[in-house]
T-cell receptor, first 112, second 112 residues
């Protein structure tokens, strides 16, 4: 059974650019969440989607957005990149409530 | 220069010893808890979970204990092996908001 797949693995962008990250959940999982991991702030929740609906959003500026498609795949977008957006972005999928969240390997974004 | 990271608690044990990693959670409404292991360059790996209607749950070589009275969670690893060396995170969830809130992690080092 394939795990959570995130692409790309590594990305280098320039300040002011935008970026789109992709996440393919485990087959059959309908919930997809995104997290940002930095050395200073640890793991922080960005948003969660279920059946194409955003059910919760973390305390991030509006430059961070996401969406989920009908096949449960999800994308997140960050516009007008800042140096502080450099982080490991992690996606997790779950079949439903209280049933565990499996993480992908993440996308390492570096903003220069 | 490098940003100042979170000060991670550390635990150093000898191979074959039992390890206990502790976690205090903050939200009394949290009803689901997960322990994750994260190795360098990888995403968090699910170890074991527990719902708030339980006090203890056992897996292979791991046991999670939940004390709701003092909002404390612990992970016990039996016969710790060098391959167990990693950062361990506890995560809590209030099932109504679909969001995992992570602790800052504990670095476990197993000495051969």
């Amino acid at each position: 059974k394939a795990g959570v797949t995130q692409t790309p693995r590594y990305l280098i962008k320039t300040r002011g650019q935008q970026v789109t990250l992709s996440c393919s959940p485990i087959s059959g999982h309908r919930s997809v969440s995104w997290y940002q991991q930095t050395p200073g702030q640890g793991l922080q929740f960005l948003f969660e989607y279920f059946s194409e609906t955003q059910r919760n959003k973390g305390n991030f500026p509006g430059r961070f957005s996401g969406r989920q498609f009908s096949n449960s795949r999800s994308e997140m977008n960050v516009s007008t990149l800042e140096l502080g957006d450099s982080a490991l972005y992690l996606c997790a999928s779950s079949p439903g409530s209280y049933r565990g969240y499996t993480f992908g390997s993440g996308t390492r974004l570096t903003v220069v | 220069g490098e940003s100042v990271g979170l000060h991670l608690p550390t635990l150093s044990v000898q191979e074959g010893d039992n390890s206990i990693i502790n976690c205090a959670y903050s939200n009394s409404a949290s009803d689901y808890f997960i322990w994750y292991k994260q190795e360098s360059g990888k995403g968090p790996q699910f170890i074991i979970d527990i719902r708030s209607n339980m006090d203890k749950r056992q897996g292979q070589r791991v046991t999670v204990l939940l004390n709701k009275t003092v909002k404390h969670l612990s992970l016990q690893i039996a016969a710790t092996q060098p391959g167990d060396s990693a950062v361990y995170f506890c995560a809590e969830m209030d099932g109504s908001n679909y969001k995992l809130t992570f602790g800052k992690g504990t670095l476990l080092t197993v000495n051969p």
